[in-house]
């Protein structure tokens, strides 16, 4: 842009303002330009389907070398001291050097059921036709290969026997079904369930499958399964959230979900929060809202005291007043991608803030399997120090980052946040970020893309019942068909008073006691 200086005013004042009027045109055009290649960035890395905010080493050496140029000279830039012996597992040298082992086939799964074939010469052939001698076996050779049995539906005949004397009639038992005059037994429930949830195989798939092996099941029927299952395991799932208010700690995150309303032309968004207990308690319950307002986990919170851990919604600020009995648990997770969506645009100042946050992540990684008093000293030794440069740095760059750029934005956030994100520094049972309930929301967004939307309200309240139990078998290492076959099979006639044998963490034990 070039400016004749005659055609400038002359009045001072008047050209102070045509500046200031240039200055700000101009850091707006900035700001924009930054915001929409932030965007344009997400997108491109949504295509990609890269999520993670993991750095490569070569950047993170990068950003530590901007961190120390950042640094006034003779400023303390000494390397990560690395964490003591005690909080490291030791490990025995090995005897040996280590032999590379060679790429190749892997033997075969061991757990399967074994079919021998034994495969022998023709008595014709088992004579030489040099010597005429009979042949003598000296070996055998074997080798495995895999083979697939289609899954089996098969009907099961119930015959009562009746008795009767001259006064009375008697008729045996059978056992309780889940659902009750329903055709279909727990283990097709559970094969429903979970191909639906966890394999995200919409009813309108298994519908086709079940046609493929001569079955008319319709989705119609399969949906009518669901809600009564949901509703059988319900004293259930309320025992899973007893336990969850048990946690010293607890996660919580949303997503939305599609959901039909009859009332509308278009879908509208409903949210799943999933609830995820500590390591003590190691239960995952989902709940269902039809909207994001903070009347939903406010309910389902209801009674619950001690730490939560969650993003910076602002919903979460009424719980964190001290009549309401709830301490907030910021999440370095969330703060981190932050200046992660910022680096494009101001790598100069994000770089070194990004180096910070690896180094804490660092003292994590080497406090894993650490009892909690053993952490808490590990971090007040390495993490409180670095936690306090990070929070210097970030005060001296407020002031040099443009006001609505995305690393004005990333330092605000972790400013506001400060005191939440430094809470994990005051308690070993505490985690450094969010990412256990990140990682229970990300089943269902998976399943959006294949299930596409509830089909109500009280669909979704289904289906956060159902996905519960999928996400406790799977933080517990439990199949989860087993676990449904036979919870359902038997939670009709179970004791109340120890529904919590059943839930997934008890049940591994149980399911192997033969007198259960």
Known sequence: MVIDPNALPKDVDLL??????WCERLQHETTEKDKYRSLLRELLEAQ?????AQLSKDQLSWFEMLWKASQPEGAETEPDEKPPEWAVEPQQPPAEPPVHQRSGRQPLASHLVRERVVHDLPEAEKHCDGCGKDLRQIAAETSERYEFIPAMMKVIEDVR????CDCTIKTADKPAQPIEKS?????VLAQVIVSKFADHL??????????????EISRKTMGGWMPAAAGLLGPLYQAAKNVLFASKVIGTDDTGVKVLDPQLSFARTGRIWPYVGDG??????????????????????EGYTGYLQADAYSVYDAFFKPARGLTEVGCMMHMRRYFFKAMDSDQAHMGP??????RLYAVEDGAKGLRAEERLKLRQRLSAPVMEKLHRYLLEIREEVLPKSPAAQAVRYTLNQWDALTRYLQDGDLEIDNGATERANRDGAIGRANGTFFGSDNGGKTAAVLLSFLAMCKRNAVEPFAWFRDVLTRIATHPIQRIEELLPHNWKALATDPQA
């Open 16 to 21: 102070h303002k045509i500046v200031v009027e």
């Open 48 to 52: 990609r389907n890269r999520k993670s």
């Open 161 to 164: 026997l009746k008795y009767a």
């Open 183 to 187: 055709r279909a037994g727990a283990s």
């Open 202 to 215: 919409p009813l309108y798939g298994q519908e086709k499958i079940f046609a493929r092996h001569g079955l």
């Open 280 to 301: 003590h308690h190691p239960v995952v319950v989902y709940d269902y809202t039809a909207t994001r307002g903070r009347d939903g986990p406010a309910k389902f919170l």
């Open 353 to 358: 803030a990004l180096h910070l946050i690896s």
